[in-house]
Nanobody
Framework: QVQLVESGGGLVQAGGSLRLSCAAS????????MGWFRQCPGKEREFVAT????????SYADSVKGRFTISRDNAKNTVYLQMNSLQPEDTAVYYC??????????????????WGQGTQVTVSS
């Protein structure tokens, strides 16, 4: 069955870095656009970053542009999120997601077909 398993979350001080990974199985990974989203308690889930099927086209939320980098390794069925210069407002549960689409790189979570269980990122001030 389809699985998306995130890892790499944890507690870090402001200004620090973390690298999240999401290992995919049960579907043709290279045929799916992959995204990262996050959700804080009591807040709506928000888009963080997404990457095209080939990995050549990333897209970022304004709040993380220049600090976060999304990448993927289609040989390893894994998508990554490198997070630098972390701030307390980046504290959230981070989810990876997959969507089957030929022509666009969606930012809307409702477009995504599969979701992971999430990994907690906590940034202390």
């Amino acid at each position: 069955q389809v699985q998306l398993v995130e890892s790499g979350g944890g507690l870090v001080q402001a200004g620090g870095s973390l690298r999240l990974s999401c290992a995919a199985s049960g579907f043709t990974f290279k045929a799916y656009v992959m995204g990262w989203f996050r959700q804080c308690p009591g807040k709506e889930r928000e888009f963080v970053a997404t990457i095209s099927r080939s990995g050549s086209i990333p897209s970022y939320a304004d709040s993380v542009k220049g600090r976060f980098t999304i990448s993927r390794d289609n040989a390893k069925n894994t998508v990554y999120l490198q997070m630098n210069s972390l701030q307390p407002e980046d504290t959230a549960v981070y989810y990876c997601a997959a969507v089957s689409t030929l022509y666009d790189i969606p930012r809307a979570g409702m477009r995504y077909d599969y979701w992971g269980q999430g990994t907690q990122v906590t940034v202390s001030s």
